[in-house]
């Protein structure tokens, strides 16, 4: 009972955060649709999206490794902070070269992406942060770091949205949000520990890679695969199209919070319960599936009824089409719920190498349903593609979990 009253007091605290991030940002996509049509609209989304794959790769989930060796002694959390500053200059550097390759690049996208780009530093740096937080159950702490940030975000592109800049220029917006974010969860976690710029040896990093690469690779593959579909929609359908969609799955991705919010807080209590009892660790994540699926449905029906709604106040007029694609995208939940919770499961039971292959065969389906899909349905296409890519995740994870809990 004391570990449920623990798990639900720190998925308050970082779902209140991110009721305040999730209203900011469609505040901020509010502002773009209204004074930059759906072709800046597109841009935005497109870049920002664009760069999410560079956060995420500098992340690489080393955060759910060094939980399970984490001490204040230790000199780990350290490594990892350096570890991240330097790999994420590095992807900086990538992400501004690979942008001409880019089959819809254009001078806009390049400058939007430019101006973007700075944030896969400071988002890395609030990562760092957020393992100690994690580590001692202080998702306050994280709470109030990513509130004010996503306060400043939503300003800072307010009153750069009454000048008539380019949509590139609107991008500081997002930078300023994290490096607001950056300085109060810097000072706050370094009261918990003490982070500092400490390179490891060769030694450790290889032995490091080795451990963690399936991991790691696990999370760049669910990424490209998760986002793919707005880059093969834009590349066959332009800006306007992916404007429409991505509007719709900015909301989908919010929702999509939830059950990884509730997972971040009961990881590391899963890790203990393995040691514990295994028998009841096996019923837990059964009772904890029913509640996803149960909450998941109940989520269906209410984004189903709101959704045009929820479109008219983000929009405005312009993109009603964006109503029918967020009912359509719900439909998947069930699946992201789950799949959210076995893939955890699989981590905390260290099948790394399976949750690889599971991504990779999913990042292989995907990407072959797109190309074959969005030329002939465009938008739908897409979501028939998300549908079909993440209830087969969903099954092979429930086929190697039942193999194992039998």
Known sequence: MQRLLKISEQTVWQVLSKIVNAASTLLVLGLITRNYGTEGTGVYTLALTYIIFFYLAADL???????????KGSKDPSYLFS?????????????????????????????????????????????????????????????????????????????????????????????????????????????????????????????LLITVWPLSATLILNTIYFRLDSFVLTSLKGFEEVAIYNLSYSIFQTILVIPTFIMNSYYPLMLLQIKENLEKFNNQIKLAGLFLLLFSVLVIAITWMAAPIIIGIIAGGGFSKSADTLRYLVLTLPAFFLSSLFMWTLMSLKKFRTLFLIYLVGLFVNLILNLLLIPVYGINGAIITTAISEYLILSMQVMILWRGIK
């Open 83 to 207: 570890l991240r500053l330097v790999w994420s200059v590095c992807l900086i550097v990538l992400a501004n070269l690979l942008v001409y390759f880019m089959p819809f690049n254009t001078p806009l996208f390049q400058m939007t992406v430019l101006v973007g780009s700075l944030a896969i530093l400071l988002n890395n740096i609030s990562v760092s942060t957020n393992l100690i937080f994690q580590a001692n159950l202080k998702y306050q702490q994280y709470m109030i770091a990513s509130v004010v940030g996503s306060l400043m975000m939503l300003i800072s592109t307010y009153f750069l949205s009454l000048k008539p800049y380019p949509i590139s220029v609107l991008m500081l917006g997002v930078v300023f949000g994290w490096l607001i974010n950056n300085i109060i969860s810097f000072y706050l976690a370094n009261k918990l520990y003490p982070l500092k710029f400490l390179l490891p040896s060769w030694g450790y990093l290889k032995n």
């Open 61 to 71: 989930s080393l955060n759910n490794y060094f939980l399970t060796k984490y001490s």
